[in-house]
């Protein structure tokens, strides 16, 4: 019998008590498995922490469900909606398309454009055969006849290729010819290489165009038992400004639509990928303006806002120059939304207590792969308590199924260990079905810029571990923060960033303090500015991370689900965008580091990124600054000066990645720092924004600005900010079953903060006229 | 030497941190860079001239490609590529058979023109019967090549079918022109009573069975009266060639009856052989046939089918031959033509249409043309076959291909021998490499271990063991980070089996897709005792390399 595996998903991440949720299962080796709601409290496994906890809820949903084994399409590629059937073209045609292809020698067919289906080998396509040379197919069910070019094709160069077909004759008619400028393609005019080729031959057969096969961009379609139609030959690269004719063009016309003129006489489609880009951004559907309109629907989010055949480095925006912006970039492995079918719908019962909740599945063993936690987050209908936790949604998307342990050669000497890896990480690296993170590349080696939550996201599940750093990391650490509030008995509720990116600062409004999670590192504008007006407004907010509020990311206005970054210029990052391709497509807004747009941490947190590492953890020391009685009470029933020398993550409080006060990036001048970090090992290294120069010694043991710092400041209308500066803070709260320094400092900030009450020693404002 | 390494870290922390460890003096990692000033064996230059001429691309040019009617292949397989040494585009003809066959097509055409008058009907006649011979062997081929079975009754099939035809005609006075069908007849009927034990019996069995079978058939045709024991041979059969012809316009005829015979079998063997039933049976080689119907191929039925074809094919030779000869004899069947019609495909390389032709060749030359030679001619005979069983692998038509791979070997072996294990790159590999960094990141690597190797000490495991993870003295710093570094493919990382209780070590793959593999069974209780057995391994691996 098959090994019995349980992947799920929800479509929303955030629900009220009372809502509908849809859950989506996929099962191996078994058909029923039996679901329990749970809360989760406590996420962390860790022997010296509380260990996990979970509390059964009632539900109508508990017991036995019937589980499905559900398929992925893997592979971004654009459907033509052509319910009239023009794209059958039983007569003379010709194909034409810019293309920039990533991995030509890969060895495999990848379609570019046709009406191919695979297994039956009808239709016609035009696309890289296994040799890696532009070739043109077309099948009548029987027999399969081609043409292939002269030459492969080369990678990351552009070329416009093209096919003439005459149906009477049988003779086809290649066209390759290089779009090579000085900016857009991986070899300058300097590398001696004939890029051309013209091949013409007289085929013996003639495509059959089956009724029900679909016109695909990037791909073609395939049929499997189990499964039914899927599509496969996936293209990777980028494609630009594809179209069709509806008769054989001659050498001197293709020549012509090469430089870009397209005559209206036959023109059959042509989809103009530069049309439909507004200052805010562009979708999924590829705009054809030929005369039947046959629009081409994106598919696990083709990347768009890519340059083009014509881009020619001075523009660097689709918004200055949409016309040379009309590459639409593919990939054989992009999965964004599993689509699996719904396996239930439930509704969840009214008296939910706001909390992080999942349906427990187990089948089998109910362990490991045959136990699954489908998480999600339930907020309060109408907010009561005064207290929020606030789920960081979006650095879960951004890590959502990572590989680093397996992929990235940097990871060891970044985390300074041997990963430690466990049965669900061995599946998702098998399996491409689970997509990927923002934190990996796609099969031709460019960052995934997109992650979503309709897909099983195994890091986003109680007890897991980082294997790269052997930690908790994300929701599992955050719960650790869940946890506390909840030991402590604090009247707290939840909420998730998506919930603040809808509906902006009424989410956050009618809360006295809200916490962050431990990483909250991928914000949006409109989380960015929520969080900021929050706190302007008289709100209290305690950061309770490091690296926060680091990345500008965006989410589309009809669906919250998907997240998009580009990683460029400078930070801590896992790859960089190509020249001109650093704006959202979903937004127009420039990515990369809300530092580099003018709106670094500091100036709304108080500290920002300095530099991480995962092998150490560091106590905290109080500062100098801590004995102001403007603060004082902060450290209040405190022992001693050290605070936190003890964790679940690597057994300090400060550690992993660490935030520092800066006034030259906008720490109000009035912030105190109550406390710092320090000693850190060798292994924590300056982040890459800090550095102009790299030189020797800017490590732990040797750059002072190698440190978290606990900063805390007052905002106007009675608001304030106090930040922990480290992701290992929260991880330190559960030791000693929640009493210890760490939670005694975080006790007396929430108690300050969520009081319906001025904050505490703001009256000591005098100038210091003292004796010693 | 040794000395003590001072934590940088030990005034923040106190006792928590260790103070000082036991450590290794300085070594500069810059000596091994000064110490290594030329390689440990010589270097060649490498680099070979083109002593042929090949063309280059067609550039803007359209190439507009020709294909044998009515067919979808092309005239010429080419391959258009970019010379990785210079750019320059190229053509090169990936398969050049078709040239060569085009050439001894026009050879065998007009070879009998060309023949010197004394010799003129003793070389078209021998011309003749390789012809034939060449289109027997060309069906024998396909059953011992592409169907892989092991049958020895060809000429059977061929006797049989020239004894039916000529009898038809002669008895019953049949026309020439249908000898060749009443053969072909036969010849299915002998094929599908053949190939039925074909189902059952392996290799050698069958080939006895068949050799058996062939005898059978001689000794019957010896004894029969019908059959011309007396006679020996049924003669007066029907034939194409006109009555009353000279001698020379005879064999004339004779000659280019045999080389359209010889041009059908080789149509016959490219439909069966190049098509679907010749890939179909490529897919299920000999000693391969289990994989091959686990994934679905029927590779037995398409073997009958072979079988069946080429015994039809067989036959119609067979009437061919009763029709050209005016008859047929008992010595269709003698034990050595069987043996000589082996020897002519075993020469030339099984399986393969120029190797049946190229070794018929051979034989007949010897056979029929050095008939001075005297018994002897039969020795030679052997002693070549035995020369290509013996050190060829794939008869001639096999040389190139063998060659090739002794290149290779011997290759590896010269550079085994000159290459140092985990060392730099010879220029003869250099060559090869596509991304010439890899060039440097050999030779970086290589000096990174000839330091750490140095390095490495009871010392610094023991420091490991104590702390795997923190702040290191220095050389044990160097050493982890040279670890941590390495590339992907086979790098030792951690599993667990039970969180917090038990762990393994594994080896990544390195490849998308690939799970990790299993580097020993051995389990350790703690996370910091497996860091400190992943640490020992690479210790190892780094010792040894």
Same mark, same amino acid.
């Given at each position: 019998?098959?090994?019995?595996?349980?992947?799920?998903?929800?479509?929303?991440?955030?629900?009220?008590?009372?809502?509908?949720?849809?859950?989506?299962?996929?099962?191996?080796?078994?058909?029923?498995?039996?679901?329990?709601?749970?809360?989760?409290?406590?996420?962390?496994?860790?022997?010296?922490?509380?260990?996990?906890?979970?509390?059964?809820?009632?539900?109508?949903?508990?017991?036995?469900?019937?589980?499905?084994?559900?398929?992925?399409?893997?592979?971004?590629?654009?459907?033509?909606?052509?319910?009239?059937?023009?794209?059958?073209?039983?007569?003379?045609?010709?194909?034409?398309?810019?293309?920039?292809?990533?991995?030509?020698?890969?060895?495999?067919?990848?379609?570019?454009?046709?009406?191919?289906?695979?297994?039956?080998?009808?239709?016609?396509?035009?696309?890289?055969?296994?040799?890696?040379?532009?070739?043109?197919?077309?099948?009548?069910?029987?027999?399969?006849?081609?043409?292939?070019?002269?030459?492969?094709?080369?990678?990351?160069?552009?070329?416009?290729?093209?096919?003439?077909?005459?149906?009477?004759?049988?003779?086809?008619?290649?066209?390759?010819?290089?779009?090579?400028?000085?900016?857009?393609?991986?070899?300058?005019?300097?590398?001696?290489?004939?890029?051309?080729?013209?091949?013409?031959?007289?085929?013996?057969?003639?495509?059959?165009?089956?009724?029900?096969?679909?016109?695909?961009?990037?791909?073609?379609?395939?049929?499997?038992?189990?499964?039914?139609?899927?599509?496969?030959?996936?293209?990777?690269?980028?494609?630009?400004?594809?179209?069709?004719?509806?008769?054989?063009?001659?050498?001197?016309?293709?020549?012509?639509?090469?430089?870009?003129?397209?005559?209206?006489?036959?023109?059959?489609?042509?989809?103009?990928?530069?049309?439909?880009?507004?200052?805010?951004?562009?979708?999924?559907?590829?705009?054809?303006?030929?005369?039947?309109?046959?629009?081409?629907?994106?598919?696990?989010?083709?990347?768009?806002?890519?340059?083009?055949?014509?881009?020619?480095?001075?523009?660097?925006?689709?918004?200055?120059?949409?016309?040379?912006?009309?590459?639409?970039?593919?990939?054989?492995?992009?999965?964004?939304?599993?689509?699996?079918?719904?396996?239930?719908?439930?509704?969840?019962?009214?008296?939910?207590?706001?909390?992080?909740?999942?349906?427990?599945?187990?089948?089998?063993?109910?362990?490991?792969?045959?136990?699954?936690?489908?998480?999600?987050?339930?907020?309060?209908?109408?907010?009561?308590?005064?207290?929020?936790?606030?789920?960081?949604?979006?650095?879960?998307?951004?890590?959502?199924?990572?590989?680093?342990?397996?992929?990235?050669?940097?990871?060891?000497?970044?985390?300074?260990?041997?990963?430690?890896?466990?049965?669900?990480?061995?599946?998702?690296?098998?399996?491409?079905?689970?997509?990927?993170?923002?934190?990996?590349?796609?099969?031709?080696?460019?960052?995934?810029?997109?992650?979503?939550?309709?897909?099983?996201?195994?890091?986003?599940?109680?007890?897991?571990?980082?294997?790269?750093?052997?930690?908790?990391?994300?929701?599992?650490?955050?719960?650790?923060?869940?946890?506390?509030?909840?030991?402590?008995?604090?009247?707290?509720?939840?909420?998730?960033?998506?919930?603040?990116?809808?509906?902006?600062?009424?989410?956050?409004?009618?809360?006295?303090?809200?916490?962050?999670?431990?990483?909250?590192?991928?914000?949006?504008?409109?989380?960015?500015?929520?969080?900021?007006?929050?706190?302007?407004?008289?709100?209290?907010?305690?950061?309770?991370?490091?690296?926060?509020?680091?990345?500008?990311?965006?989410?589309?206005?009809?669906?919250?689900?998907?997240?998009?970054?580009?990683?460029?210029?400078?930070?801590?990052?896992?790859?960089?965008?190509?020249?001109? @391709?650093?704006? &959202?497509?979903?937004?127009?807004?420039? /990515? +990369?580091?809300?530092?580099? %747009?003018? =709106? !670094?941490?500091?100036?709304?947190?108080?500290?920002?990124?300095?530099?991480?590492?995962?092998?150490?953890?560091?106590?905290?020391?109080?500062?100098?600054?801590?004995?102001?009685?403007?603060?004082?009470?902060?450290?209040?029933?405190?022992?001693?000066?050290?605070?936190?020398?003890?964790?679940?993550?690597?057994?300090?409080?400060?550690?992993?990645?660490?935030?520092?006060?800066?006034?030259?990036?906008?720490?109000?001048?009035?912030?105190?720092?109550?406390?710092?970090?320090?000693?850190?090992?060798?292994?924590?290294?300056?982040?890459? @924004?800090?550095? &102009?120069?790299?030189?020797?010694?800017? /490590? +732990?043991?040797?750059?002072? %600005?190698? =440190? !978290?710092?606990?900063?805390?400041?007052?905002?106007?209308?009675?608001?304030?900010?106090?930040?922990?500066?480290?992701?290992?803070?929260?991880?330190?709260?559960?030791?000693?079953?929640?009493?210890?320094?760490?939670?005694?400092?975080?006790?007396?900030?929430?108690?300050?903060?969520?009081?319906?009450?001025?904050?505490?020693?703001?009256?000591?404002?005098?100038?210091?006229?003292?004796?010693? | 030497?040794?000395?003590?390494?001072?934590?940088?870290?030990?005034?923040?922390?106190?006792?928590?941190?260790?103070?000082?460890?036991?450590?290794?003096?300085?070594?500069?990692?810059?000596?091994?860079?000064?110490?290594?000033?030329?390689?440990?064996?010589?270097?060649?230059?490498?680099?070979?001239?083109?002593?042929?001429?090949?063309?280059?691309?067609?550039?803007?040019?359209?190439?507009?490609?020709?294909?044998?009617?009515?067919?979808?292949?092309?005239?010429?397989?080419?391959?258009?590529?970019?010379?990785?040494?210079?750019?320059?585009?190229?053509?090169?003809?990936?398969?050049?058979?078709?040239?060569?066959?085009?050439?001894?097509?026009?050879?065998?055409?007009?070879?009998?023109?060309?023949?010197?008058?004394?010799?003129?009907?003793?070389?078209?006649?021998?011309?003749?019967?390789?012809?034939?011979?060449?289109?027997?062997?060309?069906?024998?081929?396909?059953?011992?090549?592409?169907?892989?079975?092991?049958?020895?009754?060809?000429?059977?099939?061929?006797?049989?079918?020239?004894?039916?035809?000529?009898?038809?005609?002669?008895?019953?006075?049949?026309?020439?022109?249908?000898?060749?069908?009443?053969?072909?007849?036969?010849?299915?009927?002998?094929?599908?009573?053949?190939?039925?034990?074909?189902?059952?019996?392996?290799?050698?069995?069958?080939?006895?069975?068949?050799?058996?079978?062939?005898?059978?058939?001689?000794?019957?045709?010896?004894?029969?009266?019908?059959?011309?024991?007396?006679?020996?041979?049924?003669?007066?059969?029907?034939?194409?060639?006109?009555?009353?012809?000279?001698?020379?316009?005879?064999?004339?005829?004779?000659?280019?009856?045999?080389?359209?015979?010889?041009?059908?079998?080789?149509?016959?063997?490219?439909?069966?052989?190049?098509?679907?039933?010749?890939?179909?049976?490529?897919?299920?080689?000999?000693?391969?046939?289990?994989?091959?119907?686990?994934?679905?191929?029927?590779?037995?039925?398409?073997?009958?089918?072979?079988?069946?074809?080429?015994?039809?094919?067989?036959?119609?030779?067979?009437?061919?031959?009763?029709?050209?000869?005016?008859?047929?004899?008992?010595?269709?069947?003698?034990?050595?033509?069987?043996?000589?019609?082996?020897?002519?495909?075993?020469?030339?390389?099984?399986?393969?249409?120029?190797?049946?032709?190229?070794?018929?060749?051979?034989?007949?030359?010897?056979?029929?043309?050095?008939?001075?030679?005297?018994?002897?001619?039969?020795?030679?005979?052997?002693?070549?076959?035995?020369?290509?069983?013996?050190?060829?692998?794939?008869?001639?038509?096999?040389?190139?291909?063998?060659?090739?791979?002794?290149?290779?070997?011997?290759?590896?072996?010269?550079?085994?021998?000159?290459?140092?294990?985990?060392?730099?790159?010879?220029?003869?590999?250099?060559?090869?490499?596509?991304?010439?960094?890899?060039?440097?990141?050999?030779?970086?690597?290589?000096?990174?271990?000839?330091?750490?190797?140095?390095?490495?000490?009871?010392?610094?495991?023991?420091?490991?063991?104590?702390?795997?993870?923190?702040?290191?003295?220095?050389?044990?710093?160097?050493?982890?980070?040279?670890?941590?570094?390495?590339?992907?493919?086979?790098?030792?990382?951690?599993?667990?089996?039970?969180?917090?209780?038990?762990?393994?070590?594994?080896?990544?793959?390195?490849?998308?897709?690939?799970?990790?593999?299993?580097?020993?069974?051995?389990?350790?209780?703690?996370?910091?005792?497996?860091?400190?057995?992943?640490?020992?391994?690479?210790?190892?691996?780094?010792?040894?390399?």
């Amino acid at each position: 019998m098959a090994q019995i595996k349980l992947f799920g998903y929800t479509d929303k991440i955030s629900v009220r008590c009372g809502d509908e949720i849809k859950v989506h299962v996929n099962a191996d080796g078994t058909d029923t498995a039996d679901a329990q709601l749970v809360r989760l409290i406590h996420g962390d496994a860790h022997p010296s922490g509380p260990g996990f906890i979970e509390e059964e809820v009632a539900c109508e949903a508990n017991g036995a469900w019937a589980v499905t084994k559900q398929y992925t399409q893997v592979g971004s590629f654009l459907k033509v909606v052509d319910s009239e059937r023009v794209l059958a073209l039983d007569g003379s045609f010709t194909l034409f398309t810019y293309v920039w292809a990533t991995l030509p020698a890969i060895g495999l067919r990848q379609t570019m454009i046709g009406r191919w289906d695979i297994r039956s080998n009808k239709g016609y396509g035009l696309g890289i055969n296994r040799k890696g040379i532009l070739e043109f197919w077309v099948g009548d069910g029987r027999e399969v006849d081609s043409l292939e070019a002269e030459v492969p094709l080369m990678a990351r160069i552009w070329y416009f290729v093209a096919v003439s077909f005459d149906a009477k004759t049988g003779r086809a008619e290649l066209f390759q010819e290089p779009m090579l400028n000085r900016y857009n393609s991986l070899l300058g005019k300097v590398a001696p290489i004939d890029y051309r080729s013209h091949v013409a031959e007289t085929l013996r057969f003639r495509p059959d165009n089956d009724l029900a096969t679909p016109f695909l961009i990037a791909g073609a379609q395939d049929w499997h038992e189990a499964r039914g139609h899927f599509v496969a030959q996936c293209f990777c690269g980028k494609l630009d400004r594809p179209g069709i004719y509806g008769r054989a063009m001659a050498r001197d016309e293709l020549a012509a639509l090469q430089a870009g003129n397209r005559p209206a006489d036959g023109q059959v489609a042509f989809w103009d990928t530069t049309a439909g880009y507004t200052p805010h951004g562009i979708g999924d559907t590829v705009v054809d303006t030929g005369p039947h309109r046959l629009d081409a629907q994106g598919y696990n989010r083709p990347v768009r806002a890519q340059t083009g055949y014509n881009w020619n480095g001075r523009n660097d925006c689709f918004r200055l120059a949409p016309e040379e912006y009309g590459g639409v970039e593919f990939h054989v492995d992009a999965m964004i939304d599993c689509n699996w079918q719904v396996t239930r719908t439930i509704k969840l019962p009214d008296t939910l207590k706001s909390g992080a909740y999942a349906f427990r599945l187990r089948a089998g063993p109910g362990r490991g792969l045959a136990e699954e936690y489908v998480v999600f987050f339930v907020r309060a209908k109408v907010a009561k308590a005064p207290i929020a936790f606030l789920v960081p949604t979006g650095s879960y998307l951004a890590y959502g199924n990572e590989h680093l342990s397996f992929d990235a050669q940097i990871i060891q000497p970044m985390t300074g260990q041997p990963p430690i890896v466990d049965e669900i990480d061995i599946e998702m690296y098998k399996n491409p079905d689970f997509g990927l993170s923002t934190y990996d590349a796609w099969e031709d080696g460019a960052g995934v810029c997109f992650s979503g939550y309709h897909r099983p996201i195994m890091n986003m599940r109680p007890k897991y571990r980082m294997s790269s750093m052997g930690t908790t990391w994300q929701f599992p650490a955050d719960l650790s923060i869940i946890a506390w509030l909840d030991k402590l008995g604090f009247d707290y509720e939840i909420l998730t960033e998506e919930d603040v990116h809808v509906e902006g600062l009424a989410a956050l409004k009618p809360y006295k303090c809200v916490l962050s999670g431990t990483h909250p590192e991928y914000v949006s504008e409109r989380i960015l500015d929520a969080t900021e007006d929050f706190i302007a407004e008289g709100g209290r907010f305690i950061y309770m991370g490091g690296n926060g509020y680091y990345w500008n990311v965006a989410y589309r206005e009809d669906d919250p689900s998907v997240m998009e970054v580009r990683k460029l210029d400078s930070g801590m990052r896992a790859w960089a965008a190509r020249p001109g @391709e650093h704006y &959202l497509q979903t937004t127009g807004d420039k /990515s +990369g580091l809300w530092r580099n %747009r003018g =709106r !670094a941490p500091q100036k709304t947190l108080g500290v920002g990124f300095i530099g991480e590492g995962f092998e150490s953890g560091k106590p905290f020391r109080r500062m100098p600054d801590s004995y102001h009685r403007t603060v004082s009470w902060i450290t209040e029933g405190i022992e001693g000066e050290i605070i936190g020398e003890f964790g679940l993550a690597q057994g300090g409080s400060a550690g992993l990645e660490l935030d520092r006060y800066d006034l030259k990036l906008g720490t109000p001048p009035h912030a105190k720092i109550i406390a710092s970090s320090g000693g850190h090992t060798d292994n924590y290294v300056l982040s890459v @924004e800090e550095i &102009l120069y790299a030189y020797p010694g800017m /490590s +732990g043991t040797q750059d002072y %600005r190698i =440190r !978290a710092d606990i900063v805390y400041f007052t905002a106007p209308n009675g608001g304030g900010v106090f930040s922990t500066g480290s992701i290992a803070f929260g991880q330190a709260l559960p030791c000693n079953v929640f009493e210890n320094n760490v939670s005694r400092l975080l006790k007396n900030v929430v108690d300050a903060f969520s009081a319906d009450r001025a904050l505490p020693g703001e009256l000591w404002v005098s100038d210091e006229k003292q004796w010693r | 030497m040794s000395e003590i390494w001072k934590n940088p870290l030990a005034p923040w922390r106190g006792d928590a941190e260790p103070q000082e460890a036991p450590s290794e003096a300085y070594s500069d990692p810059g000596e091994v860079w000064r110490a290594k000033r030329q390689s440990h064996t010589k270097l060649y230059k490498v680099g070979r001239l083109r002593y042929y001429h090949k063309w280059r691309g067609h550039g803007a040019k359209t190439w507009t490609r020709t294909r044998y009617w009515p067919t979808r292949r092309r005239v010429l397989d080419i391959r258009g590529e970019y010379n990785p040494k210079i750019l320059r585009r190229e053509k090169t003809i990936v398969d050049k058979r078709p040239i060569w066959w085009l050439l001894s097509f026009i050879a065998i055409a007009v070879a009998p023109f060309l023949a010197p008058k004394d010799l003129q009907s003793t070389l078209i006649s021998a011309g003749t019967v390789f012809l034939i011979y060449a289109a027997i062997n060309l069906c024998w081929t396909l059953i011992l090549g592409t169907a892989g079975i092991f049958s020895l009754a060809t000429m059977a099939v061929v006797g049989a079918a020239a004894y039916g035809a000529a009898s038809m005609s002669v008895f019953y006075g049949w026309p020439w022109w249908t000898l060749p069908f009443v053969g072909g007849g036969i010849g299915f009927v002998f094929g599908v009573v053949i190939a039925l034990p074909a189902t059952r019996l392996d290799g050698f069995y069958y080939a006895l069975l068949t050799l058996g079978l062939n005898e059978l058939c001689r000794v019957y045709v010896v004894q029969s009266r019908t059959f011309g024991s007396a006679t020996g041979g049924v003669y007066g059969a029907d034939s194409f060639i006109p009555t009353g012809a000279s001698q020379r316009v005879e064999l004339i005829i004779g000659y280019f009856a045999s080389f359209a015979l010889m041009l059908s079998a080789l149509a016959l063997f490219r439909f069966v052989n190049g098509k679907r039933l010749g890939r179909i049976l490529r897919m299920a080689p000999e000693k391969r046939e289990a994989f091959a119907q686990a994934v679905g191929i029927d590779y037995r039925t398409a073997r009958i089918q072979v079988f069946i074809i080429s015994s039809v094919g067989l036959g119609v030779i067979g009437g061919f031959y009763a029709s050209y000869f005016h008859g047929a004899s008992p010595s269709l069947f003698s034990f050595d033509s069987v043996l000589l019609g082996l020897a002519m495909l075993v020469i030339g390389g099984l399986g393969k249409a120029e190797g049946a032709v190229l070794g018929t060749f051979i034989v007949i030359v010897i056979d029929k043309v050095f008939l001075q030679l005297g018994p002897i001619r039969l020795i030679l005979v052997g002693a070549i076959m035995l020369g290509v069983v013996l050190l060829l692998k794939n008869g001639l038509f096999g040389i190139k291909h063998q060659f090739r791979d002794w290149r290779d070997k011997k290759k590896s072996e010269n550079r085994s021998t000159r290459a140092e294990k985990g060392g730099e790159m010879l220029p003869e590999e250099a060559t090869e490499a596509g991304d010439k960094d890899l060039i440097y990141a050999q030779r970086f690597d290589k000096m990174q271990r000839d330091y750490l190797k140095g390095v490495v000490s009871e010392k610094l495991v023991e420091e490991h063991a104590r702390n795997p993870l923190g702040q290191h003295s220095e050389p044990l710093e160097r050493l982890l980070l040279y670890f941590r570094r390495q590339p992907q493919v086979d790098k030792y990382a951690i599993a667990v089996i039970e969180p917090f209780k038990a762990y393994r070590i594994v080896a990544l793959s390195g490849h998308r897709g690939v799970a990790p593999r299993v580097v020993e069974e051995k389990t350790y209780p703690s996370e910091r005792e497996a860091y400190h057995g992943v640490f020992l391994r690479r210790v190892q691996d780094l010792l040894e390399s």
